[in-house]
């Protein structure tokens, strides 16, 4: 039996056993090992040179400024931060208040506008008319009573002596 149909052999052989069996669990079973190919070679791990190796020592040391630097720099972000979420939360208190100052200004413009028209719609004109005349004594004004005046300057005038005496 040559090479290759011994290869064949064993292939489907283990395909057939791969196929018949039943996998009990939640995990498969590892039916064949990994191989290691046999012609792998390790490469050798070189040092690395004097000049890399003395940049990587210095790049894992922290001195004593870069701590106070860090340490620093952490502080401050931290302060930011805290100054940051302290405004958001006075923002937020003071949208809400906002909103609540302006509902309760509708609330007492609708409030006020009922009551006006409540008090308008109460009005009689006509009883006002007779009580002032009958009880009293109010008369209507005459015709040389009423004194008309322009007043160019502003829209208010006062009156300080009577024109008539």
């Avoid at 690395?48 to 190796?53: Q, Y």
């Avoid at 939360?89 to 409030?111: F, G």
């Amino acid at each position: 039996m040559s090479r290759n149909r011994k290869n064949q052999a064993t292939y489907d052989d283990n395909r057939a056993v791969r196929y018949s069996e039943y996998v009990y669990g939640n995990a498969a079973r590892a039916l064949e090992p990994e191989r290691r190919r046999e012609n792998t070679e390790e490469v050798p791990v070189r040092k690395p040179h004097h000049e890399v190796r003395k940049n990587r020592d210095k790049a894992r040391y922290m001195n004593a400024g870069y701590v106070v630097f860090l340490v620093t720099a952490l502080c401050a972000a931290a302060f930011i931060l805290v100054n940051y979420i302290q405004l958001q939360s006075q923002l937020t208190n003071m949208t809400k208040s906002v909103a609540a100052k302006k509902s309760e200004l509708n609330y007492m413009s609708i409030a006020n506008d009922e009551e006006y028209n409540r008090i308008i719609s109460s009005i009689n004109l006509e009883e006002i008319q007779r009580i002032a005349v009958s009880e009293l004594g109010m008369v209507y004004a005459g015709e040389g009573q009423i004194i008309e005046y322009e007043n160019k300057s502003s829209d208010y005038m006062r009156q300080v002596t009577d024109k008539n005496q």
